[in-house]
């Protein structure tokens, strides 16, 4: 099992539409999750944390689901400029290392 | 403005050859990271480096060296030893675990 999975998608969504990701982990001692923005050819870039409560950032909301151990990132009202790759990131948990998912293309259609 | 600063953005190797490249960051950040990035593939982490003059291997750290003489730069040599160079690769630094990284705007590698 991978110790962070993405569905790769493309997740093809008209504009204005509300769309989920959801990304699970296998480490249960998991402590630091976040969500990053990949445009194509470009770095990623931290687009939100995600805490216990759950978190909102105008459009998007983030959530940590401990007990089934996967994140999920709602984007509402989608814009043509969301369209990018979500990369889901993993940290702790007595390691060092952030474990990026493979991530989730977005296109939004206009 | 603080940032990280990765060059050259693009870089051709022959064969054989080793190669540098470049990582700076003016953010005061103690940690920087190396990963590679292949097509359709999540980052794989290289070396990474927590304090000056100290640094650790990564998942795929074969075939390349790194060094950490000063907290701002971090630099990547990719050795004839790495046998399919040819990737996108990506710098980071940041302050700790818990704030997330800070990446540079990347170098892609090419061997010819």
């Known amino acids: 099992r991978k110790e962070v999975e993405q569905d790769p998608g493309p997740f093809n969504v008209p504009e204005g539409a509300t769309v989920a990701f959801n990304c699970t982990y296998s480490?249960?001692?998991?402590?630091?999750f976040f969500w990053y923005r990949q445009d194509c050819r470009k770095e990623p870039k931290l687009l939100m944390s995600v805490y216990s409560s759950g978190n909102e950032d105008g459009r998007f909301t983030a959530q940590l689901n401990r007990a089934s151990q996967y994140i999920s990132l709602l984007i509402r009202d989608s814009k043509l400029s969301d369209s990018a790759t979500y990369l889901c990131?993993?940290?702790?948990?007595?390691?060092?290392?952030?474990?990026f998912g493979t991530g989730t293309r977005l296109k939004v259609l206009a | 403005d603080g940032g990280i600063t990765q060059s050259p953005k693009y870089l051709f190797r022959k064969e054989g050859q080793n190669v540098t490249l470049s990582c700076e960051q003016n953010?005061?950040?103690?940690?920087m990271y190396w990963y590679r990035q292949d097509p359709g593939q999540g980052l794989r982490l290289i070396y990474y480096s927590q304090i000056v003059n100290d640094f650790q291997k990564g998942d795929i750290a074969e075939g390349y060296s790194v060094s950490r003489e000063k907290k701002e730069s971090f630099p990547l040599t990719v050795t004839s030893a790495q046998k399919n160079p040819t990737a996108f690769y990506l710098c980071a630094s940041s302050i700790g675990l818990q704030g997330g990284y800070t990446f540079g705007s990347g170098t892609r590698l090419t061997v010819v």
């Open positions: 953010l005061n950040h103690d940690a």
């Open positions: 480490n249960s001692a998991s402590q630091s």
């Open positions: 990131v993993v940290t702790g948990g007595g390691t060092y290392k952030y474990i």
